[in-house]
């Protein structure tokens, strides 16, 4: 069992329902994860964060729960993809937003949110 008294397979089957939770925009459920000691960085296999997941998929509140919570804004997954690039990607103009708010950089990972911006004719909304 791990620190959390959890076994390996269950802290496995925690963190994939917790990544499907900020897929859905489930805030609500997400953050009592966090909440009852889920760390808020957690990583699925490819290294996509629950702000990654949430972003991606346009869930501005749950973006917003989630750097409440100390969410690192910044944290690229394994293809180098920053969380801000991948809302630019999707039109999730909510999500930018909060992201910018929260500080994201709007330089790190390939693409950069400016070029993803650039690429998808959305540099709108990164101008100050």
Known sequence: ???????????????????DLAREGDTGQLVEFIDHGLPVDVADPADNTLLMLAAYHGHAGTVRALLDRGADPDRRNARDQAPIAGALFKGADEVVAVLREAGADLDA????????AAMFGREHLLAD
């Open 109 to 116: 990972g390939t693409p950069s949110a400016r070029a993803a």
């Open 1 to 19: 069992m791990g620190e959390n008294g959890l076994t390996p397979e269950q802290t496995e089957r925690v963190v994939a329902i917790a990544m």
